[in-house]
């Protein structure tokens, strides 16, 4: 479904690039109706079924975006053409995609001068968020619909509405409530495999983590998820160590435990350090709720212990602990809830995302470079698409249309003449007066 843009090498993909194609809607049917002892029997032309859509669904159950490279393109279902005796066609099956919580839909576009700019279509970051990434095109309607007192005999059907078409990055931000930073080799991962049930991999080197770890944590009755979060170092928020690929999964979270390692010396300065990087990722994340867990104290004489008892680290609480022996544990818990307690509740509404649907009556003519005339504007472009150009009744029926949204008045004002070319989204059509 698309280019893995990081962390290929890991099993891990937080940022993935695809394309999506949602299904074409079906054309609308020409037919008469042609039972015995009837001669003429008038339009019965049935419409075409709507294209399927593709639909993006946050799951808990999901962890990560690496199923979407298996398949270079998303693509749903097309609607089924219009039947006679007004029988309206298949509409295309949705095709609904699981994602993990923590996922943000994102449109990149690259200007001719400047950086990349990025647009957030949608931020699924709860169980049961939607986002429609591409809509099924309308069906055509058939000839049926457009007989008349006047016009018995229709012969010409809308076609079919093309399925939306996009190119997209997923982005994973994960969902802990709870993120566990600090140096590398201070004990993350091993504070979150003794609190969780998590299977961090761990070694006696730094980097040991390459990828976010994930756990869920039961204390006294209440559950949260904590992550341990890899690559903070001095320099991380312009990308030294692992930087800015793991920094971003901090974003999310509500309360910050610190891991600083009891044997590592300065360890005011390893705090001071870590905290610098924060501020200048994101201040906003630099200000959230911190407990700071002082590790590997097993590993202490008596008088670097009482040493130890004297340091500050601002208001926020502090425990000593040692991971490996779970000393120190319990007390450290106490104050993560007490924190967690503390932080706002977010709104229980489940958003579903979806971009507009409704065409925009406004439009616009103008003078084209090199000769003609141009109109734009949603429900005239979308108009086009669903006309048989070649069918001159369908053709009669969108100029006079155009008249009655006073199209053909505009253009006339500003110097269009009977046989012009006016290009309206991806057509060109002659000016005609009706």
Known sequence: MGEMIRNSSTGFADEVKIHAKAGNGGDGLVSFRRERYISKGGPDGGDGGHGGSIILLADHNETSLISFLRDKNLRAENGIGGGPQKKAGKAGKDLT???????????VSTPKRGKPVELVLADLDRSGGQFVLAKGGSGG?????????????????????????????????????????GLPNAG??????????AQPKIA??????????????????????????????EGAHLGKGLGIDFLKHIERTKVIIHVLDATHGDIKKDFKDINVE???????????????????TDMLTHKSLVELRKLKFGSYPVQRISAITHLGL?????????????????????????IADIPNERYEVGKRRGGGWVVKGDKIERMLIKTDLRNEQALGRLYKILKRMGVQAELKKIGAKEG?????GRFTIEYRIV
């Open 97 to 107: 995609i699981k994602v993990p919580v923590g996922t943000q839909v994102v449109v």
């Open 141 to 181: 309607l058939g000839n049926s619909h457009f007989a008349r007192a006047s016009f018995q005999t229709p012969k010409f059907a809308e076609l079919g509405e093309p399925g939306e078409e996009r190119e997209v990055v997923l982005r994973l931000k994960m969902i802990a409530e709870v993120g566990i930073i």
């Open 188 to 197: 993350k991962s091993t504070l979150l495999s003794v609190i969780s049930k």
């Open 204 to 233: 006696d080197y730094a980097f040991t983590t390459l990828v976010p770890n994930l756990g869920i944590v039961d204390f006294k009755g209440k559950r949260f998820m904590a992550a341990d979060i890899p690559g903070l170092i």
């Open 278 to 296: 924060l501020k200048k990722y994101n201040q906003a994340l630099a200000a959230e709720p911190q407990v700071i867990a002082i590790n590997k």
């Open 330 to 354: 319990e007390p450290l818990l106490y104050d993560v809830l007490n924190a967690l307690r503390s932080v706002p509740k977010a709104s229980a509404a489940i958003p579903t995302y979806t």
């Open 420 to 424: 012009d070319s006016v290009k309206i």
